[in-house]
């Protein structure tokens, strides 16, 4: 009987030690590239705790400048911020206001962490009684109807210190509009992300809980993604970039690495990824029943995202993730 030979390629001999193993890993992330959404809120007796994310709180506008400075000692460099008006009506009107929420939590932050880079939402949703992105005519979405007004909150954004306005309602020709209005309104150094391949995802449920932003009526899928199209998300984050974004973004993120990874080999635009709230209340809920281990499951995604391709991410972990990071570089992890 011959003798089964003995391999002559061997990979396992740099999987051998701990040292080993991190010289020459392919894929690397630090806290420097997560973000942290935060949720602002205009009523201070609004309910602060998110009961379907836990961990996450909705900020009133005096202590969300201490949260976003701890962040910064933390070691994360940005946040994103979404907004929760006392009052809402059909055009969404909070979303553009000089003194809305946001606009007035941009100012607080700035004052107390002016290193930070602050991203804000520009979309309608959390603003209109109906709930949908952009403005309702007859019944139905009206996307040219919408651009002005997302222009004009992009605009209250960035003259209230928003770094980056990010578009997110998905109505076409939104980031064209924002971009000449930023422009013309003395705001050239305004960053666009634009939310590019924004999937109509059931993993959003958990944020519509935290921003009160569920649609009235109907849903979103006539203006949000199929999630079945990868060739339609290269389409629309090539039409943000020729409209003028400077950053743009996939989101969700776990279930799309493969359009992470497609975007990533079209275009050279520094790529944002977001790991959505229905992402982050499934490793939650099965870490608080023991199921995982949420640090180890936590640094598998952020890996998985990277190396798909995404330049920065957008976590509600990214907090936790930074207080992981710190412990460990103490020499208590």
Known sequence: ????????RRPRRLRRTAALRDLVRETRW???????????????????????????????????????????????????LFGLPTEKDERGSGAYADHGVVQEALRAIRADAPDLVLFADVCLCEYTDHGHCGAVVDGRVDNDA????????????????????APSAMMDGQVGAIRAALDRSGHPDAIIMGYAAKHASAFYGPFRDAAESAPRFGDRRGYQMDPANAREALLEIALDIEEGADLV??????????????????????????????????????????????????????????????????TYHARQVAEWERRKGHGSG
Request: charged share 25%; hydrophobic share 50%; proline share 4%.
């Open 249 to 314: 973004m996939v989101k969700p993120a776990l279930a799309y690495l493969d359009v992470i990874r497609a975007a990533r080999e079209r275009s050279d635009v520094p790529l944002a990824a977001y790991s959505v709230s229905g992402e982050y209340a499934m490793v939650k809920a099965a870490a608080n029943n023991g199921w995982l281990d949420e640090r180890a499951v936590v640094t598998e995604i952020l890996t998985a995202i990277r190396r798909a391709g995404a330049d920065l991410i957008i």
């Open 30 to 80: 630090d806290v420097g590239q997560l973000i942290q959404p935060l949720f602002v809120r205009e009523d201070a007796r609004t309910d602060a705790a998110v009961a379907s994310m836990p961990g996450v709180s909705r900020h009133t506008i005096e202590d969300v400048a201490a949260e976003a400075k701890e962040l910064e000692e933390l070691g994360l460099k940005a946040v994103l």
């Open 1 to 8: 009987m011959a003798e089964t030979p003995l391999p002559t």
């Open 146 to 165: 919408s651009l002005d007004l997302l222009a004009r909150t992009a605009v209250s954004l960035a003259r209230a210190g928003a770094d980056v306005v």
